[in-house]
Structures are given as structure tokens and as C-alpha cells.
């Protein structure tokens, strides 16, 4: 345990979360869509920890979203409840999502095809519970979903609410936003999506099929809402508590936002070309970026000329992006720190969490690994 | 524990292992150098795992290579020795180098700057151990080293010598092999780096410096290796316990030298776009190859008209490599099997592995992780 140490102490590669940061990052989004009467179900993808967790919930413990089975039992057994497994029904984990609905009060499932309501149907819940099923739907984020125009679509949610199941929600993942540059074009694809979700709710209320919710996400689109968006139920996003440097890419923040950094030691110098090591190499930070950042794999903090170029397994390789390397600033030891570029696959790379306050290590966090 | 289960009843994404596989390219390792006189000094950090280590040194447990403290400390509490930290000394880090070079019978530092050797006289080990330091050359490959041609090699060696502490060894790495095509490629670096480290050795011995062990590595050197390399006196590879796509597309090895897959099961099929949906994102698989096979970042074993074309944190996007993607042969819930592109990468992802025999898993192994 290094809580008490001071940041620079820490041996490296270390993740440290800014702990003042990640409050005033949840509490806006918090702040945010209570101003709009909507309800957050904050994911936990991101940082997958029982204290991020509570922060992104406000303590209540209560409707949180996850993508694996793995953060679902690690929340369940934190004292986690209404999780949403906003994830197509994988085939092979019928059994352990009936498991955890009968344990919880809430469990939410969430499909995309006939097929997967059958299996569901198949397996009917004990203890006086029904499955709660949300709809997925794709508006033009082109990855799970049934398309909302699509009449399989209203088909599908007709089916899942002629019972024994629930249609708990309609769910949808705005991650064409990621595509964005700046506000105009992220509030341009909140609103569409919320438009497309709206006009498919309205096709529910048509056909007399019940849905209490309706639900979108991402960050980007929930940084920088709509009005519209008011007239949702429930939004989804997640990244947020961290933020990181494509969030900011996008537009979704600012880089006072982004509350962590991958702090690593010079080890090397190379003069003859104009190049030093850190002690970071992708098992530290992840490939993320693809390099295709004008400062490589990560930003340097307080270091704009520097270029993060490569990275071998725990190796990184460090040029400037113009001129030569001063290599006398930074001397054998010293410490560099990395804004990430994409701050779920650098969490995901590390088995603890050094969080700060100023620059103060207060606790360490273990985020939940695998499936 | 999911021993005994068939590897297709395993909960997916999951990274198996075929022990078979692994038994025969750690033999054939073995053997290679055993044949040519060659002590073998195996790198910990694809596998990072006691199972892994005990088939790649014979069930001897000692001499290894490791490249984060994480794992010293990992393989020293399981009972391995003669252990090699061979990573440009991080400053941060000399006192729990000294510990664990007290505790064990034979911890070696690598070092290449006089700045570190500065360090280590600092801290002279007490129980009456000395230092064991191996000096880095750079033979071309542009990572740590000092250049070999370079008289800084020499006077650090030199001043190595001088005591108190030891020169152990000197250790190259010739990761430049990691561009070859095929054989001829790859025999003309590993032949190249021995003659530099041999040169190297030779002027050592002119100036009446003595250094007991050169040593060579990469998986593609030792997996194809030229005569000259006989007058080395130790090899240091690692990935060769798994291979992979990378390896193979280098001409380190066969696929059927492959021992890893990630298995993943389809979750949704989307013949509007001509895609389906699998289990298996970058949490799974990481990014390495960004795509650029033929088949995107990964083989489709049996399926070489699939193509991974991207992933997101918990999905992976599958088109046809051309024409049209029969989703017929792939139902809801089937599985597909992935080999990965580079093994170390991949299995940084997994906080198990799934060991299995001819499909029958008979063991799980977890890695270290972290520093």
C-alpha cells in the first residue's frame, strides 16, 4: 500500500487518477441530467472499480451499467444494484444472467435478435422474477442493434413485451460520436440518435406496446447534450470519469478534464539519435491512438515538443516532434507524465490505481479483470 | 476451475493454450541449443506464469529472464533462481534490486549508462553478495544499449569490471530481427548481432576485461540460428512458447506452431452491413497488428475468408475477407477462433490462460501482472 506517498514517489509505470478531478467530472454529468429530468445509469467499463463506482452513483449503488459478467458478480458483490447488462445476450451466459437476476433485485438483460429472447424464454426465472429485457437498437452506430427502421425492430420489442418477460427499456449506443470534431458535430449526432430513439418510443406507444424506458449513451453525446434529450428516461455514459485525450480530440472536454496519467521514468538517453527510453511501454499505456496523435501515442504533460513514437512491451521511445532531444532536461530517472489518449485501455492495462489528491496518493483502487 | 471441461464449453473470450504445442517448441528450443552448446536462459515476459517457466527451463526453475520487477518477485516466491533483470536499471528501483539480490542466489542488473553503475555502487548488497552486472549492447537493433562500436561500451565495461561489483555478461537483443521476412532474413541479423557481440567479446579480452557470458536473443534469432552462434555462450528468447501470427509472418515458425487462441462466439449477425458481431474486443485480443493483416488483427483459424476488421472494448466486427458473409455457417452463438498476431500482447490481456490437451482443459495458469 503507497497511500501517503507524494505521486513522484511511485514506482513506475504507474495509472494515477486525480481524485478531485474524477468528483468534478461525475458530479457535472450528475448535475447535468438531474437539470434535465433524466436519469443517469452511469457504465462502469472505464475504470470497472467499487469506488469509481460509488462516485459515478453518488453513493447510491444504484443503476449502473456493465458490458461483462465479470463486472457484473464484482458489483453484485460490492453491493451493487439495477445493473444493466447492456451487452448482446451472449449464448453461453444464459444460465449466469438468470443467476444474477434471481440474486438481485434488478438485473437487466439486453437483446438484439429473436434468438436470444427464445433462450431466454427458455429459461424462465425462479423466486417470482421475471427477465427484465432491454431492445437494442442501432441508429446508424453500425455496430449491435436492430436498425430503428427496421421493422423487425418493433417486432422484436412486441415479442419480448407479450410477456413472460418485461421490456424494461430501449437502449442505444451513440458511438458514431466518437467520430466527431468539436460540439456542433457532437450535438448534431445527440440529437439525431435521441430523434431516431423518440420516434421509435412513439412507434411503441402506437402499437400499445409498453416501455418505460428509453436510454442513450456515450460520452461524448452526453457531455454535450440537447434539449431534446430531456425527453429520454435514462442516459448511459461512462468515459467521463476519467475523460482523456480523445475525449478531448472529439470535443467532450476540456484537458483540465482528464483525471489520469500514466507516469513514467526516463531510463535512457541516446544522443546519436536523438532519442531517450521511459519505462513505459504498451503493457503501461496500450497501443491506443495508433501513434496517429501530432505527439505520438500520449500526450507529455508540460512537454509539447515530445513524441511518445513507439512503444515495445515495457519500453517507450521518446523524439522531440521538432529539433533536437535536450536530453540535460531530462536526466536518467527523471519523471515524465502521459496524458492518455483512450483512458478504458489504459486502465485496462493496470491491476491498481493510485489515487491522488494534489498530488497525494489517498487510496488504491483494483479495478475487475476478465469476463 | 474449469478443468476438464472441453474448450468449447469455456466461457468466452478465453485464451487457450495447447500444452502439446508448448511442450514441443519448448523441447525443440531446448534441444537446438543444447545441440549447439549453448546455455538457454529463457524470457518470463510472454507467458509470465510459474507452469510456463518450469516447461521453458526443464523444471530446473533457474535461469531466466525477466523484465519487470513484478515478475522477480513472482518467479523468486515460486522458487526460481538465477534470475536476470534484463532491463536498462530503472533508478527508482536499486534498493528492491539489492533485496532481491540478497535473497537470491544469483539476481543480475543490466545496466548502460554510467550513471547506473554509479547507482549501484551506492548501494553496495550486503550478506556478502556482490552486484552481478551485465552490460547492454546495441547491435543495431535502436532500443537500449550502448552501441557496440561505440568506446563508451568499452569504459562502462571496463569500469564495470573494476569492481566491486561484477561483469556478468553482456546481452544484446536483437529485436531488429522483428522486421525480417523469412529465413534468409532473419539468419543474416542473427548472424550479423553474433559477429558485433563476438567483436565485442574479442575486445574485452584484448583489454584483458573479464566477462564470462555473451548472450543473443529474439525468438526469430533463436528459432532460426546460424552456426557462428555456437561460440555464444548463453540465448535469451521468449515469445517461441506460445509463437504467433507476427513469428510466423517473420519466419520464426509453422502455424501449426501456434499454441494460443482466443476463443470468441458470435453475438450478432447484421447481413445489412455484411457483418456479424463476436465476443472478443481489444479487452481480449489488444490492438497489436492495427489491423494490417489480411485478415485484420487476427486469423480466423478454418475461416480464411473472415476478416476482423475492428473492435471496441467487448465486440469484435467480422466481415468476409470478399464477397458476401454467409451468416448461415455461423449461428447465433457459435464460436470462432482466434490466433492472435502477437502472443504477448494478447496474453497481457488474461488474468487466466486455459491449458488443454488435444481440446480438454487440464489446467489454468495465471500471470503475473503489473510492475
Not at 71 to 89: K, T, V
Not at 135 to 157: S, Y
Not at 179 to 205: D, N, W, Y
Request: proline letters at 6%.
Amino acid at each position: 500500500m503507497l497511500a501517503g506517498r507524494r505521486v513522484e514517489d511511485l514506482p513506475t509505470p504507474a495509472f494515477t487518477v486525480d481524485l478531485d478531478v474524477v468528483k468534478r467530472n461525475t458530479q457535472e454529468m450528475a448535475e447535468r441530467f438531474r437539470a434535465l429530468g433524466v436519469n443517469l445509469r452511469p457504465h462502469m467499463k472505464t475504470h470497472k472499480s467499487l469506488e469509481g463506482g460509488d462516485l459515478m452513483t453518488g453513493g447510491t449503488r444504484r443503476r449502473i451499467v456493465i458490458s461483462t459478467l465479470a463486472e457484473a458478480r464484482f458489483f453484485a458483490d460490492g453491493g451493487f444494484d439495477d445493473i444493466l447488462y447492456a451487452y448482446p445476450l451472449p449464448f453461453d451466459k444464459v444460465e449466469e444472467c438468470a443467476t444474477l437476476a434471481e440474486r438481485l433485485e434488478s438485473f437487466h438483460v439486453l437483446v438484439d435478435s429473436a434468438e436470444a429472447l427464445a433462450l431466454l424464454k427458455g429459461r424462465p426465472l425462479h423466486r417470482g422474477k421475471r427477465w427484465k429485457v432491454w431492445l437494442k437498437i442501432d441508429c446508424e452506430n453500425k455496430r449491435a442493434g436492430v436498425r430503428h427502421t427496421d421493422p423487425a425492430a418493433l417486432e422484436l420489442a412486441q415479442a419480448i413485451a407479450a410477456g413472460p418477460m418485461e421490456l424494461a427499456g430501449v437502449y442505444a449506443h451513440c458511438g458514431n460520436s466518437y467520430h466527431c470534431q468539436g460540439v456542433p458535430e457532437i450535438q448534431s449526432v445527440a440529437q439525431t440518435t435521441t430523434e431516431m430513439v423518440l420516434q421509435f418510443m412513439e412507434k411503441l406507444r402506437e402499437e400499445g406496446i409498453p416501455c418505460p424506458v428509453a436510454s442513450i449513451g456515450s460520452t461524448p453525446s452526453c457531455s454535450r447534450p440537447v434539449p431534446e434529450m430531456a425527453k429520454l428516461q435514462e442516459v448511459h455514459p461512462g468515459n467521463y470519469i476519467f475523460y482523456d485525450v480523445q475525449q478531448m480530440t472529439i470535443g467532450s472536454c476540456q484537458l483540465t478534464d482528464i483525471a489520469v496519467r500514466v507516469l513514467t521514468r526516463v531510463i535512457g538517453h541516446y544522443p546519436h539519435r536523438n532519442q531517450m527510453l521511459v519505462d513505459c511501454g504498451w503493457t503501461g499505456l496500450s497501443l491506443h491512438s495508433l501513434g496517429q496523435l501530432p505527439t505520438g501515442y500520449a500526450l507529455v504533460e508540460g512537454h509539447p515538443n515530445l513524441k511518445l513514437v513507439g512503444m515495445s512491451q515495457e519500453h517507450g521511445r521518446v523524439e522531440a516532434v521538432t529539433g533536437k532531444l535536450d536530453l540535460a532536461q531530462f536526466p536518467l530517472g527523471s519523471l515524465l507524465s502521459l496524458i492518455p489518449y483512450h483512458a478504458c485501455a489504459t486502465a485496462a492495462m493496470h491491476p491498481v490505481y493510485y489515487v491522488h489528491i494534489k498530488g497525494q496518493v489517498v487510496a488504491t483502487w483494483k479495478p475487475v479483470k476478465g469476463w
